[in-house]
């Protein structure tokens, strides 16, 4: 025996059709059974009444067992044996009203044509042809028992007084060949509906499983997507955009894109307009500026009708920071390549000009005055002795030597060294810190580092200032603050630069040293507004400096 159904077929589903089956046929036999009832009992056309009760009582039975069978469907394990018992059932009860109405003469022979069709739904091509075998031979059989008279009659029938046996063949031939006819074309035609519902069924588990992988791409993927329609209100918001603006979709579903992004507003929606890439900043949900890349692009459906501007955008706020980095490192290098060049040509001449100035200042014949003017030439050269040694150091530095270091003590050290030098009269520190804290750096280019940071800061505060010192050894992080004026906006990205300075007297490089000093340990460091009211310095460590130590 061969499957019910192509593998797609699920059992659901034919028992969902021997369902619409079993109603379908008891609506069948009630019509023509019922039409032949009537017909019987109006004797003035000829027929037998006597036949009612027989013809009555094959639509009772045929109620009874659709019932019956429509109860144990549902607990019939092995569908196939109940499509098997229900066909057998209808090829019979086909038989028995052709053996009611005239054999022969009956004019309900299509029955078994109506049973073939309904096999051709339920069974594979071979099958069906069994199907149509058996009615052949159940009608050839009656028509055989018929013409030879050995049928019994009941009263009522309407059997012809004799048959003869031209119009038993012709009966035979033209019915089985219906039969067989109605079994190869509706099995050609049932296959065909079945690879039909198969390539649907399939093309529906291919557009499932697309929209599935669309879902998740759109889920997972990194950069931030958003549909702004025509009238310029957000219809769609990825996970990743919710992610890097800090709105969720709720938030920004159908609400104007000029209230959370106003400068994707201002992007043409004209048909022809497609942006490759622009930059744009905005403010996330916490307030964060952002710097984002984006590109834009039209959104048609499949009738190629507008459904407004597609958005991809990436925070590329962490790109621009290495970015100025890389630049600074540039700058950097170019800086180094220029001293290795100009240490000498400076060095030399200072030596000399020095060493005569204080020859010249050792002759009894100098008055106060060229004497006095002769310290400010010393002093001078001393300054630029000075300013040549921190540009070396800035351009030149040594290798890092790292070292297990209590930077809690360092910090308390270099906190006593300006209040006993008088640099930080007045000035409050705070130490938010107890040791030890212990860090793998290297000793003296962490000391310069914090010494220039905190030079700065009592620079900054001049008087009555305070000045805090925090230290978290599990994220590595240094912070220096101070009551300051603070550090204007304008000057905030070029504070690191070479030879940038906002003081009368500065040289620019003290906050330099400090940037490649702490880049030297392969950290970071930037400047934020303090709380205090003035800056705050925060210097990242990498991780190796914080665990190696522990």
Same mark, same amino acid.
Not at 68 to 94: E, I
Not at 242 to 271: C, K, M, Q, W
């Given at each position: 025996?061969?499957?019910?159904?192509?593998?797609?077929?699920?059992?659901?589903?034919?028992?969902?059709?021997?369902?619409?089956?079993?109603?379908?046929?008891?609506? &069948?036999?009630? *019509? %023509? /059974?019922?039409?032949?009832?009537?017909?019987? #009992?109006?004797?003035?056309?000829?027929? @037998?009444? +006597?036949?009612?009760?027989?013809?009555?009582?094959?639509?009772?039975?045929?109620?009874?067992?659709?019932?019956?069978?429509?109860?144990?469907?549902?607990?019939?394990?092995?569908?196939?044996?109940?499509?098997?018992?229900?066909?057998?059932?209808?090829?019979?009860?086909?038989?028995?009203?052709?053996?009611?109405?005239?054999?022969?003469?009956?004019?309900?022979?299509?029955?078994?044509?109506?049973?073939?069709?309904?096999?051709?739904?339920?069974?594979?091509?071979?099958?069906?042809?069994?199907?149509?075998?058996?009615?052949?031979?159940?009608?050839?059989?009656?028509?055989?028992?018929?013409?030879?008279?050995?049928?019994?009659?009941?009263?009522?029938?309407?059997?012809?007084?004799?048959?003869?046996?031209?119009?038993?063949?012709?009966?035979?031939?033209?019915? &089985?060949?219906? *039969? %067989? /006819?109605?079994?190869?074309?509706?099995?050609? #035609?049932?296959?065909?509906?079945?690879? @039909?519902? +198969?390539?649907?069924?399939?093309?529906?588990?291919?557009?499932?499983?697309?929209?599935?992988?669309?879902?998740?791409?759109?889920?997972?993927?990194?950069?931030?997507?958003?549909?702004?329609?025509?009238?310029?209100?957000?219809?769609?918001?990825?996970?990743?955009?919710?992610?890097?603006?800090?709105?969720?979709?709720?938030?920004?579903?159908?609400?104007?894109?000029?209230?959370?992004?106003?400068?994707?507003?201002?992007?043409?929606?004209?048909?022809?307009?497609?942006?490759?890439?622009?930059?744009?900043?905005?403010?996330?949900?916490?307030?964060?500026?952002?710097?984002?890349?984006?590109?834009?692009?039209?959104?048609?459906?499949?009738?190629?009708?507008?459904?407004?501007?597609?958005?991809?955008?990436?925070?590329?706020?962490?790109?621009?920071?290495?970015?100025?980095?890389?630049?600074?490192?540039?700058?950097?290098?170019?800086?180094?390549?220029?001293?290795?060049?100009?240490?000498?040509?400076?060095?030399?001449?200072?030596?000399?000009?020095?060493?005569?100035?204080?020859?010249?200042?050792?002759?009894?014949?100098?008055?106060?005055?060229?004497?006095?003017?002769?310290?400010?030439?010393?002093?001078?050269?001393?300054?630029?002795?000075?300013?040549?040694?921190?540009?070396?150091?800035?351009?030149?530095?040594?290798?890092?030597?790292?070292?297990?270091?209590?930077?809690?003590?360092?910090?308390?050290?270099?906190?006593?060294?300006?209040?006993?030098?008088?640099?930080?009269?007045?000035?409050?520190?705070?130490?938010?810190?107890?040791?030890?804290?212990?860090?793998?750096?290297?000793?003296?280019?962490?000391?310069?580092?914090?010494?220039?940071?905190?030079?700065?800061?009592?620079?900054?505060?001049?008087?009555?200032?305070?000045?805090?010192?925090?230290?978290?050894?599990?994220?590595?992080?240094?912070?220096?603050?101070?009551?300051?004026?603070?550090?204007?906006?304008?000057?905030?990205?070029?504070?690191?630069?070479?030879?940038?300075?906002?003081?009368?007297?500065?040289?620019?490089?003290?906050?330099?040293?400090?940037?490649?000093?702490?880049?030297?340990?392969?950290?970071?460091?930037?400047?934020?507004?303090?709380?205090?009211?003035?800056?705050?310095?925060?210097?990242?460590?990498?991780?190796?400096?914080?665990?190696?130590?522990?």
């Amino acid at each position: 025996m061969g499957s019910l159904s192509p593998p797609s077929a699920s059992d659901t589903q034919i028992r969902r059709l021997l369902a619409w089956y079993l109603g379908i046929r008891l609506a &069948v036999v009630v *019509f %023509f /059974l019922g039409g032949a009832i009537v017909y019987h #009992l109006r004797s003035s056309y000829g027929a @037998s009444p +006597a036949l009612v009760p027989w013809l009555g009582g094959l639509v009772i039975i045929a109620s009874l067992q659709t019932i019956l069978s429509a109860l144990f469907l549902s607990r019939f394990r092995q569908v196939l044996r109940f499509v098997h018992a229900q066909l057998t059932w209808d090829l019979l009860f086909a038989l028995a009203v052709l053996y009611l109405t005239g054999g022969v003469d009956s004019l309900y022979a299509f029955l078994f044509i109506l049973v073939i069709v309904a096999a051709s739904v339920f069974l594979p091509r071979s099958q069906l042809l069994v199907v149509a075998s058996a009615a052949a031979i159940l009608y050839g059989s009656l028509l055989d028992l018929q013409y030879y008279r050995y049928l019994p009659l009941f009263g009522g029938q309407n059997f012809p007084a004799s048959v003869q046996a031209p119009d038993v063949f012709y009966a035979v031939f033209i019915h &089985v060949g219906a *039969f %067989f /006819l109605t079994a190869l074309l509706g099995g050609y #035609l049932a296959e065909r509906l079945r690879r @039909s519902e +198969a390539a649907r069924e399939q093309r529906d588990i291919d557009y499932g499983e697309l929209e599935e992988l669309n879902r998740a791409i759109l889920t997972n993927i990194t950069s931030g997507l958003m549909v702004v329609n025509p009238e310029g209100r957000i219809r769609s918001f990825n996970q990743a955009a919710a992610r890097i603006s800090g709105f969720r979709l709720e938030e920004v579903y159908n609400r104007p894109v000029e209230v959370f992004f106003p400068a994707f507003a201002r992007i043409d929606h004209t048909p022809n307009f497609s942006l490759q890439r622009g930059e744009v900043k905005v403010k996330t949900r916490q307030g964060d500026e952002l710097i984002l890349g984006y590109s834009a692009s039209h959104v048609r459906d499949p009738q190629e009708r507008a459904l407004g501007l597609l958005v991809a955008f990436q925070d590329l706020t962490e790109v621009k920071v290495l970015e100025e980095q890389l630049r600074r490192a540039d700058r950097l290098a170019a800086v180094g390549r220029l001293a290795s060049g100009l240490a000498h040509e400076i060095r030399n001449p200072l030596a000399s000009i020095s060493g005569s100035v204080q020859l010249l200042r050792e002759d009894p014949g100098i008055d106060e005055e060229n004497r006095r003017l002769m310290g400010i030439v010393i002093r001078e050269v001393d300054r630029l002795n000075l300013l040549l040694s921190d540009f070396l150091n800035f351009a030149r530095p040594s290798p890092l030597q790292p070292e297990c270091v209590d930077v809690a003590v360092l910090f308390d050290e270099l906190i006593d060294l300006l209040q006993a030098g008088g640099q930080a009269d007045g000035v409050q520190f705070e130490s938010l810190y107890a040791a030890p804290v212990v860090l793998l750096v290297d000793r003296q280019k962490l000391r310069q580092a914090i010494w220039d940071l905190l030079i700065n800061a009592v620079e900054a505060v001049a008087s009555n200032g305070t000045i805090r010192i925090s230290v978290n050894a599990v994220s590595g992080e240094i912070m220096v603050e101070d009551s300051g004026v603070g550090i204007n906006p304008e000057a905030r990205d070029r504070i690191f630069d070479p030879f940038f300075t906002t003081k009368d007297r500065g040289t620019g490089l003290g906050l330099a040293n400090v940037y490649a000093n702490i880049e030297a340990h392969r950290g970071h460091i930037y400047v934020e507004p303090s709380d205090l009211g003035g800056a705050c310095f925060i210097v990242e460590l990498p991780e190796e400096c914080r665990q190696k130590c522990i």
